[in-house]
């Protein structure tokens, strides 16, 4: 077993254990600190992949702008309320039976499902930051643009949002 | 080559927590949380069908999700924040005008 399958598969365990901390830890602000060591574990399974350019990029924009985002609301909403101290909603019994009726679903379906490695004669494109870079920006750069435009939307969207807020407040 | 299977049930897996947290978590905060994880499990997956097929496009799409999870939060902190301005908690039972 190479030193890269095992560091793999820590990653893997570790977004597991990560996942589960989310479930079960109650202050909002620990499980932040689990989605962050989920996304650090995610970004080592990819760069272990070879999938650099993602790795990267889950590191600064997930845990280095959503998550810091959300770190610093939670410290900035000083709440005190009932969701502090109880974990769970009324809808723990239903949600738990629909996810577990959800997860035999999908489990008998990806059961079934074989998910072999890439056929032999196939050649692997490099995911490397610099080819991947250059095939992104010269097949998809129409794409790349457009999502622009999302973010314009979603920028203006949040200034809305603020703006109605501020008028109900008087 | 990692064992893609292995990878693809992880991400199942993510998901379905994310999903859990989302239906049984008492704070709007957490429930955010729990939809990033559903997404980076999404994004997993994505990454393995994108290896299983030797092409580049499940990756693309990985940097598209990135640049849709960043308009998401942008969009959904400023609700949350007048929610819980409005309501002085950030407990989603206590979210109930609507309610007929």
């Known amino acids: ?10 990653f893997v365990v570790a977004a597991l254990a990560g996942g589960v901390l ?70 723990l019994l239903p949600g738990v039976a629909l996810g577990t009726l959800l997860a ?41 643009e457009l999502t622009s435009v999302l973010l314009v939307a979603a920028v203006v969207a949040a200034i809305a949002v603020i703006k109605s807020g501020r008028r109900q407040d008087g | 080559m990692a064992d893609l299977q292995v990878l693809l049930w992880l991400s199942f897996v993510l998901f379905g927590i994310g999903l859990v947290g989302v239906m049984v978590r008492r704070n709007a905060l957490v429930m955010l949380m729990c939809m990033e994880l559903m997404l980076n499990a999404v994004i997993l997956a994505l990454v393995v069908f994108s290896l299983r097929t030797a092409t580049l496009s499940g990756t693309v799409l990985v940097f598209l999700i990135f640049v849709v999870a960043a308009a998401e939060i942008a969009i959904a902190i400023p609700i949350v924040l ?12 206590g979210y109930d005008s609507l309610k007929g």
């Open chain 1, 1 to 10: 077993m190479s030193i890269d399958t095992v560091l793999l598969y820590f």
């Open chain 1, 22 to 91: 989310m479930l079960v830890a109650q202050h909002p602000m620990r499980v932040a600190l689990a989605l962050i060591a989920v996304m650090l574990s995610l970004a080592g399974v990819y760069a272990m992949l070879g999938v650099h350019a993602v790795a990267v990029f889950q590191v600064l924009i997930y845990v280095g702008a959503v998550m810091v985002f959300m770190v610093y609301v939670i410290m900035l909403l000083d709440v005190r309320d009932p969701s502090f101290v109880v974990r769970y909603g009324r809808l």
């Open chain 1, 104 to 144: 035999t679903v999908l489990g008998l379906g990806m059961a079934q499902m074989r998910v072999t490695p890439a056929a032999a004669g196939v050649e692997t494109p490099s995911y490397l930051v610099r080819p991947f870079s250059q095939e992104f920006l010269q097949q998809y750069w129409l794409h790349f």
């Open chain 2, 82 to 93: 007048m929610l819980s301005r409005q309501k002085r908690s950030l407990d989603v039972e």
